[in-house]
């Protein structure tokens, strides 16, 4: 009996409990359903951004993997890459970090309501736009710091005794050879001096495109050529192992200034862009020591030795400091990296050069013109190729093509034993380096974007329909958006809207609430760099002095109400309050005093109807919750404002 009466007990509990949670159901869903206010917008946490810049960063770690296990399998890594390791482990922690304040400014964002004051989310997007952007600068660091840490241990700077390059390595031979390298030499530098010119061109223009398969494989071929080139400077057809001397040179010692330099430089560039004086005065500082070396060894005894890899590296310094003082645009900013990893990278090659124990060369003619056939075109051509290498780089940073690490065959392409051809192979015919091939791989405009509006002139609060065809423009695959501003006001204030990539599209905005001369602005997308592609004007005049007919500035229940009645079709805008994101939209037909349509904003979209009174001064009406609904939702109703304020 007793269980009988326990079990009873538990039911009837059950039941309550069962009863209690349905009527508070009921009760949150009635209080959600009267009123448009009643939800909460809440922004996603990962935005398209964010999402992308992880997805670069794991690419990136992945890279990363690929070169320090290689530096394991290899053995110990090699201590002439140690500055670049060392530059690499604190963009890593710079982006690490950077991510890390994203998610939390996200996470922050998500839990605003509403009626917070406007402030707060104003500046929390301005952090979250900052933290983004330095996620994408130190992202874009270690993967060039990475590369180049690749390129040095691939190319076994440290390495004393290397059996396939000795079987390569043999003297130049200047009755045989002269001819053929000053040739080579002289092809290859016209060839740099093409692909220089096309990027003078790549850089002014808005979105440039490119094959950036074709690209790809001719920057590999030039990364090939740049190391022959430095080879047979060296008067040998490849390098030969390495052998360490007991005693530093005059220009190791200058040059251990510079590559602690050019590490101090690169970790003060990680956050942001440098002034451009100090920038300049921190340049002059490593160009002055290097060059006064010259001037003081090898310039006075009249060789030659290592005085073309003493003028690589400075040109390499400027060319950095030069992309630098240029733009702080993505672009820019890959392609200042892309140069100071390469002075670092050159920096441990002439480190690596200066330990090499040279074995007589036999009694073969010298040139006049160096210690080599051929030295000062060698050298001349390398400068001219190291040039058009971060050239070419930058035209394809600048046209989003991916950034290549591996070749065909799945290993990375560094040098010209890489590939089993000899460094005189390689330079003198052996790689396809022509200029119609150049051409092949230049750049060109893309097409613009097709825009149009539905009409020249709004009145204040009007929709606007925006269509878009995305296809024919490059710049916009993906990601691209659209914005409202005022004519000649700065980028980077309006509301965006984001574009559906390669396809047609149409967007309702809302004119805005103050007259005068405004431009639909399109956006690249933000792998293009997120340029303005092109300007609409249009003009935004006022309501009227009163409200005429459903044409006028209505207080209902949501905020003001814009109302334009052009023939029968009356749209407009409203803000639920002072604090909403966006506008909400009302779209509809006209039948003598009675609209029939839908709302449209962020929390939704529903049906409607309103009626205006004799007088034109008032309207009432409803709305639903679903398009086909124009009750259900609540009242909807109106007092004109013109006129009585």
């Not at 001719?218 to 360490?244: H, K, W």
């Not at 060319?319 to 645009?329: G, N």
């Not at 047609?504 to 997308?525: D, T």
Request: glycine residues 8%; aromatic residues 4%.
């Amino acid at each position: 009996m007793f269980d009988d009466h326990k079990r009873l007990i538990l039911a009837a509990l059950a039941a309550l409990i069962a009863i209690m949670s349905a009527t508070v159901a009921w009760w949150i869903w009635e209080r959600s359903a009267g009123s448009q206010n009643s939800a909460r917008v809440v922004q996603q946490i990962a935005s398209p951004a964010t999402i992308r810049l992880d997805r670069d960063m794991a690419r990136v770690l992945d890279l990363l993997g690929t070169v320090e296990s290689g530096a394991v399998a290899a053995g110990q890594p090699c201590e002439r890459c140690a500055y670049l390791a060392q530059t690499v482990s604190v963009y890593r922690e710079r982006a690490e970090t950077a991510l890390a304040g994203i998610r939390e400014s996200e996470a922050a964002l998500s839990q605003i309501a509403d009626r917070a004051p406007p402030g707060t989310r104003a500046t929390l997007e301005r952090a979250l736009t900052a933290q983004q952007k330095a996620a994408a600068r130190a992202i874009a660091g270690l993967r060039s710091y990475t590369s180049a840490m690749g390129e040095c241990e691939t190319e076994r700077l440290c390495q004393r005794d290397d059996g396939l390059r000795a079987e390569e390595t043999r003297p130049l031979d200047c009755t045989r050879d002269a001819g053929p390298v000053r040739a080579a030499a002289a092809r290859i530098e016209q060839l740099s001096e093409q692909v220089i010119a096309a990027a003078r061109q790549c850089q002014t223009m808005v979105c440039p495109v490119m094959n950036c398969e074709r690209s790809a494989a001719f920057a590999a071929d030039l990364e090939i050529a740049e190391m022959s080139l430095a080879e047979l400077a060296g008067g040998r057809t490849a390098l030969p192992g390495i052998v360490e001397e007991t005693a530093p040179t005059g220009l190791a010692v200058v040059l251990g200034g510079v590559e602690r330099a050019l590490v101090r430089l690169a970790i003060d560039s990680a956050a942001t862009s440098l002034e451009a004086d100090a920038l300049s005065a921190r340049a002059a500082d490593m160009r002055t020591g290097l060059q006064g070396w010259i001037e003081e060894t090898e310039l006075r005894k009249g060789v030659q030795q290592h005085a073309w890899r003493v003028g690589a590296l400075v040109a390499e310094i400027d060319v950095a400091a030069e992309w630098a003082r240029r733009d702080d645009s993505p672009e820019y900013t890959q392609a200042y990296f892309e140069a100071l990893s390469r002075a670092m990278l050159s920096a441990a090659r002439l480190d690596a050069a200066l330990a090499i124990a040279e074995a007589p060369v036999s009694a073969a003619p010298r040139s006049a013109s160096g210690p080599v056939c051929g030295a000062n075109e060698l050298a001349n051509a390398y400068l001219k190729v190291g040039q058009a290498i971060a050239a070419l780089g930058f035209c394809r940073a600048k046209s989003a093509c991916p950034q290549p690490t591996l070749s065909l065959s799945g290993r990375p392409i560094r040098s010209a034993s890489d590939r089993s051809i000899g460094a005189l192979a390689a330079v003198t015919g052996a790689l396809p380096l022509t200029l119609e091939r150049a051409a092949d791989a230049a750049v060109r405009a893309s097409l613009p974007v097709e825009l149009s509006l539905d009409q020249a002139a709004y009145r204040t609060g009007e929709a606007m329909t925006v269509s878009a065809d995305t296809a024919p423009s490059a710049c916009l695959m993906s990601d691209g958006a659209i914005g409202l501003a005022k004519v000649g006001s700065a980028a980077g204030r309006e509301e965006r809207y984001a574009l559906a990539g390669n396809a047609a599209s149409e967007i309702l905005l809302a004119a805005p609430g103050e007259p005068g001369r405004y431009v639909v602005r399109v956006f690249a997308s933000p792998e293009r760099g997120g340029h303005i592609l092109s300007e609409h004007l249009l003009s935004v005049e006022t309501l009227g002095s009163s409200c005429q007919g459903f044409t006028g500035l209505w207080d209902t229940e949501f905020g003001r109400l814009h109302l334009v009645d052009r023939q029968g079709r009356v749209t407009g805008s409203y803000r639920r309050s002072e604090f909403a994101p966006r506008p909400g939209l009302l779209i509809a037909s006209r039948d003598r005093n009675t609209l029939n349509g839908i709302w449209l904003s962020e929390l939704g979209r529903g049906g409607a109807r309103l009626r205006l009174a004799e007088d034109g001064q008032s309207f009432n009406g409803t709305w639903g919750v679903k398009v086909d609904r124009i009750s259900g939702g609540g009242r909807w109703t109106g007092r004109c404002l013109l006129g009585t304020q």
